[in-house]
């Protein structure tokens, strides 16, 4: 029998099979389609979260010069930016898998039953598996994993575009992070939830330029991200003149957190693992594989052949207590950026980016303990102009709320 059954191709599910792998773990796959099909989404992440796990060779492009416009004001950030390419990092995690001769199942998975030593899982089409452990790794909206409903489920929607320009659309050589410079909207168009721009110099005439919403209860429309695009490019004299790709971007950012006693294991979007504040994912999916494999190939050697019990061994180390009160805190930081307008959005990440590298770096990549994160937000909201902090301290009463509800759920599961 197999210990474990991973359902899902794309970056969680592949980095969590190649890490099963290195665990010496007999472990196998599944998915809709081949797990060399290209994933279509373009991944960014800071190349410093790559460096530890040997990975900066999947990289298809590094930025050292990356900006944020906060508003009109510029700020350059002193750290290195990179774009995933997909091909590179699929060929190095099947790698992984194809050492341990592992099997890849094509199919889509319907539904499970749980034995006392297994779960058996099965497709649309009749197939069966059975495995002492299933990861659920389906994505956003898991097939096996369940969560408990919200009504105000904020989500990061964009719409970008690959292609070649009139003029260069961000200077050449350059990343920008986030530009939310807003001199080419009308009035009413200031009042609509904030956007920003996230762009791209991929060398050779070809850019990536991205109209982003961070977060927003409801999604805003991609039709309504697009137009801004087009005026925005307008708005600096710049004119699409090729369509390579384009991007249609939709996830929940504060996706509740599923509950860590079920026999299924989560890994990925099927995990809430995207960063509430930022809403990457893909770092912290290849940081933490290791991470569950491990403890996962512990508990089979310690005898723990029970599918709760080893599903509640890889919960335990996907959300560890410190992991879970920094949620909380993320969560409570999405709750305010969910309120600003445009110009106190302008204005916060203009503070935010005030921030000594390491807090504001920290804050993104999730690598600092609970102490530090409270204090990189206590120096936020010092840094903050005074209408931005009085957002802030009004958010207390407002979203206090939504910090105690983050953190009782996360206390209770
Ligand atoms: C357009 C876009 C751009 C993004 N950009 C970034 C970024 O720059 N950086 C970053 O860190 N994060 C980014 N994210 C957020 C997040 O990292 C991605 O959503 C990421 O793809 C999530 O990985 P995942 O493996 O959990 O899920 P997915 O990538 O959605 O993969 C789910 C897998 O499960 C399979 N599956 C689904 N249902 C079944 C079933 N019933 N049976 C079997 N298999 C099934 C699917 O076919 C797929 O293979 C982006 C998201 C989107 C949508």
New binding site residues.
Partial sequence: MLDALV?????????ITAALCDAGLNAAG????A?D?L???????WAEELAPLGLTGVLARRWSACAVYAGERRIDLQREYG??DNAKLQAHLLARLARAATTWHT????EATQLPDRTLVS??SGAEYAARVVID????????VTRPRSPRLAY?T?Y?IVGRFSAPPVSPGQMVLMDYRSGHLDADERREPPTFLYAMDLGESRFFVEETSLAHTPPAPLDALAQRLHKRLAWQGVRVEEVEHV?????PMNAPLPALDQPVLG?????S???PI????????LRFAPVVARALATALDDGAHSPENLARTGWQALWPRQRLRRRALYLFGLANVLRFDVRQTQDFFGAFFDLSRPQWSGYLSDTLSTPELLQAMLNLYRLAPAHVRGALTTSVFFAGEDLLRAARQEFIS
């Fill in positions: 359902i899902g191709a794309g970056p969680a599910g592949l980095a599944i998915s809709p389609l797990p099909t994933w279509t989404s373009t991944y960014g992440i774009l995933i199919g889509r998975v319907a497709t649309r790794a389906s994505g956003h909206a898991p097939v096996l990061q964009a970008g991007e249609r971007c939709v996830f890994f990925g979007g099927a995990a693992m995207v960063n930022s809403g990457y994912q893909v770092g912290a999916a």
